[in-house]
């Protein structure tokens, strides 16, 4: 007798289902699991997983969410180990939820009091029974027990360490967080860290320290004591952190364990724009550097940028890929290789042992015209392959200009104004950084396929103008009152002279500011910073006082001492702030694309594939094609030839096809994902999640990670 058709389709799900979880229990946990920053050492956000495929995709559902107890801008790529998903809030708090259903099982920190700095991870480690989560709260860095959430009493200091730990005393209170996971070799884990891009940064010295005990481990100075490799690259006194600092890895490290070499990438020095006071190359800013990851011991060393005055830091860990070329003898041979993307649009690629270049990378004549006192470097790096994944400023012409602005004509006219050329030095006219401030490649960072040699990056196409001024003189301000001096001293260049901001560039008006905001609210933001702004530790008691007591209009005046804002060294230039050449609509002021999503084979040098990435609601109804907007957060990659990123301003989370950009599939999230996806497989079952907390670029907040999982 035939059985009924919906008894056989039922037999067959199950079969289908038993198979599958046949085919995860045979696979090894690495390849189920998420257990890394970014999908693992090699920083190359992949998975072996299928499940989810290109037949399959267009079926994906939401499986679960999870409702943080705060909302707000989340930049986290969570782990995934044993069934346990391990993620970070918006105001830095560590939770672990089964992965499987989303419910919570623990949650560490207080929200109250860690809105200090966003966050994009946290760091698993191991041994037998002794499992933790390595979790950075502004400048301490605790070890959490990865069962109870609860910090382990035998770290440091009842569970948590300071990470200014082995800086010199003039750094002790400098400002300093922690926002990228760190990376673990063996019992250490380095610890990449943010600082202050003025001339009053602390020192971006390199360090790890013992995951159990919290002891440092090694230092490495990025810039050079005296007798140490590239002292001669700054001033003879840089090392003692009283005119400059910083050179620092804020964006994460990659680590080749089998031959335990870590792979730094470091920012510029301070001060970001002018760099009158450390004449030189100015080693070890703007490198990947190659260290010993037992002793700190460096290997090689490559420079991107010399004497940056473009804020050009190296914005992500690289990715550790095999590429296949010709050898000496004609024949293909594999090349294990480290790949680093860049703000300004270029990839550059390493031989990962010797760290000689894959592609010739040429020294380019620069501009020598430059601001008084400043001594730009003669030549500058660029790759001959790949070509850069964004357009650069001295490429625009006039016919570069939207023309879906509609102030057109004036944006021509400012546009003729700007320098454009080349590596064109900071100028009171104002210079074109394009690709802008923010790159280019992000902190999101690449995907690739460790094998195949493909990398995929999503770019911002977004220029900036970057204009000089010069900086008022102590006897300029000694009319001015305390509170006046310090806000024309640290917050001017962002918040403007009026107090006004520029919210279409990404920063808030104080104007009224006592009507939205408490005194507790704005002291503690002056001291800590929140998202992308520094924290002012080194502020005096009175000096923080006094400034709030300017924004609050009550400031006591009496008569102004004309002293300096403390520890603040002078320049005779500062930047007008970070402004975006954008048109009356606060759209692009150049043409699009304004986003793009690249697919480029490092064996070869050349383009895949390039398509714009997300859309412009408001055009998309008037017709306009597809013109990308801004993005911020990486994909992910699979097996099944599937890409999977959201980090577009529109809000959505689609899927690729690898191979040529095809779309196929997406949806709109809960509030924009400017995050990059974990991807994972528990009790037979694929997931793809996603961190979803809007608020940047004027997008809604939102307080969501959300699971994706096939029907």
């Not at 680093?340 to 270049?357: A, E, H, N």
């Not at 995907?447 to 010069?470: C, F, H, Q, R």
């Not at 006897?475 to 024309?488: A, C, I, Q, R």
Request: glycine share 10%; aromatic share 10%.
């Amino acid at each position: 007798m035939l059985k009924p058709l919906s008894v056989c389709i039922a037999a067959s799900a199950l079969l289908l289902v038993a198979i599958q979880q046949k085919e995860f229990e045979n696979k090894p946990a690495e390849d189920t699991e998420w257990p890394e920053y970014l999908g693992g050492p090699d920083r190359n956000h992949y998975s072996p997983l299928t499940q989810i495929n290109r037949e399959n995709v267009n079926k994906l559902k939401v499986a679960w969410t999870y409702a943080m107890p705060d909302s707000g801008q989340t930049q986290v790529n969570p782990i995934i180990v044993d069934g346990v998903l391990y993620g970070v809030t918006n105001t830095v708090q560590a939770f672990a939820l089964d992965a499987a259903t989303g419910k919570q099982i623990w949650i560490f920190g207080d929200k109250s009091k860690n809105g200090s700095n966003t966050s994009r991870g946290l760091t698993y480690w191991s041994d037998g029974e002794d499992k933790r989560i390595m979790h950075a709260m502004g400048s301490s860095l605790y070890a959490l027990d990865a069962k109870t959430g609860k910090p382990i009493e035998t770290f440091g200091d009842k569970g948590k360490i300071d990470l200014r730990t082995g800086l010199p005393d003039v750094a002790k209170d400098k400002y300093m967080v922690s926002n990228t996971p760190g990376t673990i070799f063996e019992d250490l884990i380095v610890m990449p860290i943010r600082l202050s891009e003025d001339s009053d940064a602390a020192p971006g010295d390199l360090r790890a320290f013992n995951v159990r005990t919290g002891k440092l481990a090694w230092t490495f100075h990025t810039i050079p004591y005296p007798g140490e490799f590239g002292y001669e690259t700054f001033p003879p006194d840089a090392y003692k952190n009283t005119f400059t600092g910083a050179a620092n890895n804020w964006a994460g490290t990659a680590i080749d364990r089998g031959r335990g070499i870590l792979y730094v990438p470091t920012g510029s020095a301070g001060y970001d724009f002018y760099g009158g006071k450390r004449k030189g190359t100015n080693l070890f800013a703007n490198c990947l550097i190659a260290l010993d990851a037992r002793t700190g011991k460096r290997l090689w060393h490559y420079q991107t940028m010399h004497h940056d005055m473009w804020d050009r830091d190296l914005p992500a860990p690289p990715n550790l890929i095999t590429v296949t070329q010709k050898g000496p003898d004609g024949q293909p041979r594999k090349i294990d290789a480290v790949a680093q993307v860049s703000k300004q649009g270029y990839v550059f690629i390493f031989d990962r042992v010797t760290g000689k270049p894959l592609f010739p990378i040429r020294e380019v004549t620069a501009p020598k015209d430059a601001l008084p006192g400043e001594f730009p470097w003669p030549t500058q790096p660029v790759p001959t392959k790949p070509a850069s994944y964004a357009r650069q400023a001295y490429t625009l012409t006039e016919k570069d200009i939207s023309r879906y602005a509609p102030d057109h004509d004036s944006l021509v006219i400012k546009f003729k104004s700007y320098k454009k050329a080349l590596f064109a030095a900071p100028s009171k006219e104002g210079t074109v950084i394009m690709p802008g401030f923010d790159g280019g490649a992000e902190w999101g960072g690449a995907a690739a396929d460790p094998e195949d040699g493909i990398l995929y990056v999503n770019s911002n196409e977004m220029a900036w103008i970057l204009t000089m001024k010069d900086t008022p003189k102590v006897s300029e301000m000694s009319n001015l009152s305390p509170g006046e001096k310090v806000y024309t001293t640290y917050c001017v260049t962002c918040h403007g002279p009026q107090r006004k901001g520029n919210a279409k560039s990404g920063y808030p008006s104080l104007v009224d500011i006592d009507a939205r905001r408490d005194r507790a609210f704005v002291s503690q933001i002056i001291t800590s910073g929140k998202g992308m702004m520094p924290g002012f530790t080194m502020l005096t008691a009175d000096e923080k006082q006094s400034l709030v007591s300017f924004l609050f209009g009550d400031e006591k005046v009496e008569a102004a001492s004309g002293a300096t804002a403390s520890q603040k060294v002078y320049l005779p230039y500062q930047s007008t702030g970070y402004n975006k050449f954008l048109d009356a609509n606060g759209l692009p002021a150049i043409a699009p694309p304004w986003g793009t999503l690249n697919a480029i084979n490092l064996n070869t040098g050349e383009f895949l594939w390039r398509i714009p990435f997300g859309e412009v609601e408001s055009l998309k109804k008037q017709g306009v094609p597809t013109t990308g907007t801004e993005n911020y957060g990486g994909p992910v990659v699979t097996a099944s030839g599937l890409l999977f990123i959201a980090a577009s301003k529109d809000g959505k989370f689609r899927v690729y096809d690898k191979k040529n950009g095809k779309l196929l599939w997406e949806t709109m999230l809960p509030a924009a994902g400017f995050a990059t996806p974990s991807t994972y497989a528990v009790n037979g079952k694929q997931y793809v999640v996603i961190a979803c907390g809007g608020t940047k670029l004027g997008t809604k907040k939102g307080n969501q990670y959300v699971a994706f999982a096939l029907e």
